[in-house]
């Protein structure tokens, strides 16, 4: 746990990164938790809207990071299921981000996911931030904001891969 003097940059970094195993000690209280567990299954509109679509790759990696994200946030304890969030969301992060480097050429959309990207950045810097602070009401509402920018940015990846998918079945 971080004092309000150890907030720094390089700190809260560390806090994020952050892969200690402590099975008794908990991140929050359910009271904050359940915003947060509750936000993530956001992540599941965008994945059906992909199946729909046949973009069934995106969508199961969108399926198995909510699963995974509420698996955690019910019972938020600094355990392995931690880890697989962290990591699963790591891994889902670099697989949207090329995703969304190749597929999204439209500027009006390039603008949209790019601006949803730093200010996601943003808030899960500083929901990491204030949860250190333990007890911090915030935290989990920059939390609960970057699940919904996410899940903003997921959709646009979607429809741009789709209809990346359009425009190369109709040149053949």
Not at 37 to 43: D, E, K
Not at 66 to 74: G, L, M, N, Y
Request: charged fraction near 15%; aromatic fraction near 18%.
């Amino acid at each position: 746990m971080l004092t309000k003097t150890d907030l720094s940059l390089e700190n809260i970094i560390n806090e994020m990164l952050d892969m200690t195993i402590e099975e008794d000690r908990y991140v929050a209280p359910w009271t904050q938790t359940k915003w947060v567990s509750l936000s993530s299954l956001l992540f599941i509109f965008p994945c059906i809207y992909g199946v729909i679509n046949k973009q069934y790759f995106l969508s199961a990696i969108l399926f198995m990071l909510s699963v995974i994200s509420v698996i955690f946030w019910v019972d938020a304890t600094y355990s392995w299921r931690r880890l697989l969030d962290r990591i699963f969301a790591k891994l889902t992060f670099s697989i949207f981000l090329v995703s969304g480097m190749m597929y999204v050429t439209s500027f009006f959309y390039s603008v949209l996911a790019y601006t949803g990207l730093f200010s996601s950045m943003y808030c899960y810097y500083m929901s990491t931030k204030y949860c250190a602070l333990n007890n911090n009401e915030l935290w989990w509402k920059y939390h609960v904001t970057f699940h919904i920018i996410v899940t903003i940015i997921q959709f646009i990846i979607m429809k741009s891969a789709i209809e990346y998918d359009k425009r190369r079945i109709k040149r053949k």
